[in-house]
């Protein structure tokens, strides 16, 4: 989990080509991950490293394609660049000092991605020029390549950056448990996960559990009766999607009853509007087009879920023949017209930049979205039930 991108903040370093980017990349992170060459458009695809940024915690750093690439393949190298671009928590701006390119940065100064710039190749210009930079950019940082103070300059201050325009995720048990909560986690052996390992929203609500001092036990749904008889006094049951309807009719009406995926649009995304999109279903045209995002790219198999149980199921549900379309990791469609409605996975894997991207765009085209958590409790008829734990 330790390299995961969603437990992550990922900072993208951009700026144009030849810059110093990847130079800045290989302080930042004190290795040579990336290639480091004079001739400009050396980097061509993003190059990702996990780090540790003191006193901040884990972040994704991605170096990228260099803009204003005039080569045959630059316009290939910028589509990448502008997908990097999406998952963004926050930017480095990296201008030269020699060819500032004022206009460009413009455009990501304003954005609502928060943005450190930083001034390179200072070493090249008269005093005088690189005075002037500083003083049209008050709070630049300089940039020396052979000047490691300057690294840690920078480090300290993306860390102030983060931590003051970066919210942080909410943590997924608030509000529904308190110390000393008895919390049961219906969790069935995914035949996607690794052999001997848990899925990672099953982990990440364990943690949550211990995080938040209740006592957690687990159960496969097959042994559910029986963990039901000996835990007396349940105050919330956390399920796996794909065994809702299974668990509902066994789990009395009066113990709450949610799923990791629902708590992980509660965490990450915009809960009452995936909320009323998994409630629309019904009202959806014969051949209607469907959007599966998935944000791992696991091996399929015949119990996927969203490849196959979920399709199964709306079929079966609605007497319809949807058609799916379907999206792995980061892939995202270009144009969004044909859509009827967008299903996202819990998005564990992926980050909160990320899916808030996904969710802005949806939403500016009208396609509804809901993810696989409310879409299966919709399928098992519980999904009034799990509203409720939120009301």
Not at 139 to 163: H, M, Q, W
Not at 326 to 355: H, I, N, T
Request: hydrophobic fraction near 40%.
């Amino acid at each position: 989990m330790k390299n995961n991108q969603a437990v992550r903040r990922t900072v993208v370093i951009i700026g144009e080509i030849n810059s110093g980017k990847s130079t800045l990349f290989n302080a930042l992170t004190g290795q040579n991950n990336a290639i480091v060459s004079e001739k400009a458009g050396t980097t061509t695809d993003p190059v990702k490293k996990a780090m540790e940024l003191i006193p901040y915690g884990p972040i994704m750093l991605t170096d990228t394609a260099g803009f204003s690439d005039g080569s045959e393949i630059g316009e290939l190298r910028m589509q990448k660049t502008k997908k990097a671009l999406r998952n963004a928590d926050a930017l480095i701006y990296i201008m030269n000092a020699a060819e500032p390119a004022h206009e460009a940065y413009k455009e990501f100064s304003g954005g609502k991605t928060p943005c450190l710039l930083v001034i390179s190749k200072c070493g090249s210009v008269d005093i005088h020029v690189l005075e002037d930079l500083k003083k049209r950019y008050a709070g630049a940082y300089e940039f020396c390549g052979n000047d490691p103070d300057s690294a840690n300059g920078i480090r300290v201050a993306l860390s102030k950056l983060l931590t003051d325009s970066v919210p942080k995720e909410r943590p997924l048990l608030e509000g529904l448990v308190k110390p000393g909560s008895t919390v049961l986690l219906v969790t069935p052996i995914d035949s996607a996960a690794p052999a001997g390992r848990l899925i990672l929203p099953q982990v990440q609500v364990i943690r949550a559990c211990l995080d938040a001092g209740t006592f957690c036990a687990l159960t496969l749904p097959e042994n559910l009766e029986d963990s039901l008889t000996k835990l007396k006094n349940l105050d919330l049951v956390i399920t796996d999607s794909q065994a809702f309807s299974a668990v509902a009719s066994m789990v009395p009406e009066h113990i709450p009853l949610t799923s990791f995926s629902i708590l992980l649009a509660r965490q990450k995304g915009d809960f009452v509007r995936m909320l009323e999109a998994a409630q629309v279903i019904n009202a959806l045209d014969d051949n209607a087009c469907i959007l599966v995002l998935e944000g791992c790219t696991h091996n399929r198999t015949h119990e996927d879920i969203g490849r196959v149980k979920i399709p199964d199921m709306l079929r079966r549900k609605t007497g319809k023949n949807f058609n799916f379309e379907f999206k792995s990791g980061s892939d995202f469609p270009e144009s969004l017209e044909k859509y009827s409605l967008a299903v996202q996975c819990g998005g564990c894997m992926l980050s909160s930049a990320e899916l808030s991207n996904r969710m802005a765009l949806l939403e500016e085209s009208g396609v509804p979205l809901t993810n696989y958590g409310m879409l299966l409790a919709w399928g098992s008829g519980a999904l009034n039930r799990c509203k409720a734990l939120f009301d």
